[in-house]
């Protein structure tokens, strides 16, 4: 007999709020497995979905079941999965949204993923710490290694300096946290940008400067420690809009990058300001599709993470804040994401 299964539901666009029923469990096919959920993160689109999802998402049919990011235990394995076993502690990506499929979506208990988009997890590591990672490492790396994008070099347990330097713009977000240490590992110079009170944050994870993202000089001073410095490219993450400070991360990133030596070319992990590209400045809208599929998603998940986080070289950031127990808690930390945080990810424990 299957384990009976639960979920949080969206039912319908007209009452956007999660209802907890019962879910069907599936039995895993070719290279997929079964997750026993243990914690589950919030990503600023899965609160999204509920009101924006019809416009921004209008093939997803309803009811479905939202999230990207779990880590949990393996309690079942698909034909032809190989180096895992039941019993795994795992974290991984889930594909609900991308393959229209809510059986593959992260708010249940019983989640059906596909083997290569998870990775083990040493033991010292707890479950909540470890789901905050997915959706943003996977946005983070396609946009520095993906050859469409800054297509940097891959990141190394014993990094050969590069020589340049790369502009990450908003280094206390989730997926800039997961950018610095990826470019970092890779062997560049990382400039990044945060609120005072995170600098230090920031610089842990292997930031040499960092530059705060609401003075209105911040442009200026950037572009000033950049001289004599030959750029790869900047990375524009976070402040989609230019009402705070009069720039987005997209504008800065690419005013930063035309008054620089080196590669003129900006990623932007949001929509919009890479049609704003002055002439000689190449951008673009990063997204992670390919991820799954592509060598990138290869090199991290099979071959960097799990060897990362065994030794630490790779931290589970942002912070994970716990909401609560429960899949009746994704709604309220739903509520808490929209909000805003700063250098935090909203995790619920299953
Ligand atoms: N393209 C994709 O596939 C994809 C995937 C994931 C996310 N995204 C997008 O990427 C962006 C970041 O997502 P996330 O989950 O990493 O966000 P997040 O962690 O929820 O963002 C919160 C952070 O925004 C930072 N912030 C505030 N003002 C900023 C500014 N002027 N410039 C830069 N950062 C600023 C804050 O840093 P301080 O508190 O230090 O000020 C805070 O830590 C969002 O727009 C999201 O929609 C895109």
Redesign the pocket.
């Known amino acids: 007999m299957p384990p009976t299964n639960k979920a949080a539901w969206l039912l319908t666009y007209e009452n956007p709020s999660l209802v907890v029923k019962e879910a069907p469990y599936t039995f895993p096919s070719t290279n997929q497995i079964v997750v026993r959920a243990h914690a589950v993160s919030i990503?600023?689109?899965d609160a999204a979905i509920p009101f924006r999802g019809a416009v921004v998402f209008p093939w997803l049919k309803l009811p479905f079941i939202l999230g990207s990011d779990i880590s949990g235990e393996i309690v079942e394995l698909g034909p032809g999965v190989e180096n895992l076993k039941v019993g795994d502690r795992v974290v991984g990506q889930c594909l609900a949204w991308q393959h229209n499929n809510p059986v593959e979506g992260a708010y249940q208990e019983y989640v059906v993923m596909q083997q290569n988009m998870v990775c083990k997890i040493p033991d010292e590591i707890p479950y909540e710490e470890a789901a905050v990672l997915p959706?943003?490492l996977a946005?983070a790396a396609c946009g520095l290694f993906e050859k469409r994008f800054l297509g940097l070099e891959f990141p190394s347990f014993e990094p050969r300096e590069q020589g340049k330097t790369v502009m990450i713009?908003?280094g206390?977000?989730?997926?800039?946290c997961n950018a610095v240490q990826l470019a970092v590992a890779a062997g560049y110079e990382v400039f990044s940008?945060?609120?005072p009170k995170?600098f230090e944050m920031v610089k842990k994870l292997g930031a040499k400067m960092v530059f705060d993202?609401?003075s209105a000089t911040a442009v200026e001073e950037i572009v000033a420690a950049l001289k004599g410095k030959t750029i790869a490219g900047a990375y524009a993450?976070?402040?989609?809009t230019s009402d705070?400070?009069g720039f987005s991360?997209g504008e800065a990133c690419l005013e930063i990058v035309k008054r620089s030596e080196g590669r003129k070319f900006a990623a932007m992990?949001?929509h919009g300001p890479a049609e704003l590209a002055p002439e000689g400045v190449e951008a673009k809208?990063?997204?992670?599709e390919q991820f799954k599929t592509n060598e990138v998603g290869k090199m991290i998940y099979g071959e960097y993470l799990p060897r990362a986080l065994k030794e630490r070289k790779f931290l589970c950031m942002?912070e994970a804040v716990v909401v609560g127990n429960g899949l009746e808690k994704i709604q309220e930390a739903f509520e808490v994401q929209k909000k805003?945080?700063?250098?935090k990810k909203i995790v619920v424990t299953l």
Do not use: K, Y
Request: net charge positive; aromatic share 6%; hydrophobic share 40%.
């Open positions: 990503n600023p689109v959706l943003c946005t713009w908003g206390s977000t989730s997926v800039g940008t945060a609120s995170n993202h609401n993450i976070g402040a989609p705070r400070n991360a992990a949001m809208f990063v997204t992670g942002p805003g945080v700063s250098a």
